[in-house]
DNA sequence: AAGACGGGGAG
DNA sequence: CTCCCAGTCTT
């Protein structure tokens, strides 16, 4: 498997040098996220962050705005607050060890051991999804992944194959050959280098493994936002809460439907009550935007209107030009809204 | 243990 | 439309 990865792996930005920073940044980015998504936005992200230091003095919102689009932003305030931890603590240097930089906010098992190894050489297990679903297969490990608990089982595994010689090799070998062979669907198990060590090839049970249970509940939730125009060019634009869902981003005025009554009513009232505006509404929606996350969708009807001037009476609201509006990090569902907006 | 937390690519 | 991705935190 080591000799495969030599020879076959892929050319990453953050395989370019060892900077424990530059790994700790990439694996940030990579959770839950796919490497060919992640490859501009880490390459923005350290030309414009490129030291602990700098993004420890970085205002939020240009780190979030440099995170905008790819979703979890909890991810880059997590990293933000650590960054400035590690700076204050650790003299800007990357603990390593295990229970300092597990502390480390936002930095769980899989992160701290990808940290450990692939920056520091420490044989410790990097299990993530690539890991459980190759390992599942070549030693037939029927443990249902999708349990927290089965981490462990991934874990012990790790620890008696691991290569004390090159531990960064070895998990960076089994992550990317989840990645190019041993994939989800129809894996290429004829150009496997561990083909003939694989329980699941041999036995014919490479499509039963790994055992994964689903779980899903879908809320809906309908919305109406307006895009609040001032005779000089300007737009209202607010900023949300500091917790929960896409925290700290702005977004257009909206609130959520009650599901009775008329949608561009509902949303005046919202106007009068949080803004002291008000503002004649277009009659009908001119855009209806549907947004699906990954726990519930939101459908949103988007009315425009205009107000004489606007006195941000909102504490977390601000009246931008039209023109400065795409310097705030929006949630993709608002830059939606924005771009049916601007096309008027 | 289960749910919250984004967004996009693939089949 | 469903799955799932170099997961973590909260409840």
Same mark, same amino acid.
């Given at each position: ?6 020879? *076959? ?102 992160? #701290? ?15 993530? +999804? ?33 290569? $004390? *010689? ?18 989800? &669907? ?30 899903? $509940? ?6 109406a936002a307006a895009v609040v125009k001032t005779e000089k060019e300007e737009v209202i634009i607010q900023k949300r809460p500091p917790e929960g869902l896409l925290a700290n981003l702005w977004e ?11 949608? !561009?009513? *509902? ?37 425009? +209107?205009?107000? #004489? &001037? ?6 977390? #609201? !601000? ?23 601007? +096309?008027?």
């Open positions: 498997m080591l000799q495969w990865y030599k020879a *076959e792996k892929r050319d990453l930005p953050w395989r370019k040098e060892r900077d424990p920073y530059k790994i700790w940044v990439s694996e940030i980015m990579l959770q839950q996220t796919r490497v060919d998504t992640v490859i501009p936005y880490f390459e923005r992200f350290i030309d414009q962050f490129p030291t602990i230091e700098a993004l420890a003095a970085a205002e939020e919102d240009k780190v979030l705005k440099a995170w905008e689009g790819l979703g979890y932003y909890s991810r880059v305030r997590n990293l933000q607050a650590a960054a400035r931890e590690v700076h204050e603590r650790y003299g800007g240097k990357v603990p390593n060890t295990l229970k300092e930089i597990s502390s480390l906010k936002g930095v769980g098992p899989y992160t #701290s051991g990808a940290i450990l190894s692939i920056a520091y050489g420490v044989p410790e297990p990097a299990v993530d +999804g690539n890991v459980m679903r190759v390992l599942s297969r070549i030693l037939s490990i029927w443990e249902d992944i999708a349990k927290p608990s089965s981490r462990k089982v991934f874990e012990e595994a790790v620890r008696q194959l691991i290569s $004390t *010689e090159d531990p960064s090799s070895f998990n960076q070998a089994l992550m990317e050959l989840g990645a190019l062979i041993c994939t989800p &669907s129809s894996p290429s198990c004829l150009l496997c280098p561990v083909r003939e060590h694989c329980s699941a090839f041999h036995e014919g049970t490479i499509n039963e493994l790994p055992v994964k249970t689903k779980k899903k $509940t879908m809320r809906h939730v309908h919305l257009f005025p909206n609130t959520e439907l009650s599901g009775m009554g008329n949608p !561009r009513v *509902e949303l005046e009232l919202f106007l009068k009550r949080e803004y002291g505006l008000d503002v004649q509404l277009e009659a009908e929606p001119f855009a209806k935007i549907q947004h699906v996350f990954s726990h519930l969708t939101w459908d949103i009807d988007v009315y425009e +209107g205009t107000v #004489s &001037s606007a006195i941000p009476k909102k504490e977390n #609201s !601000r009246v931008v030009k039209t023109e400065e509006v795409e310097e705030y990090a929006f949630s993709v569902s608002h830059q939606k809204i924005w771009k049916k907006a601007k +096309g008027r």
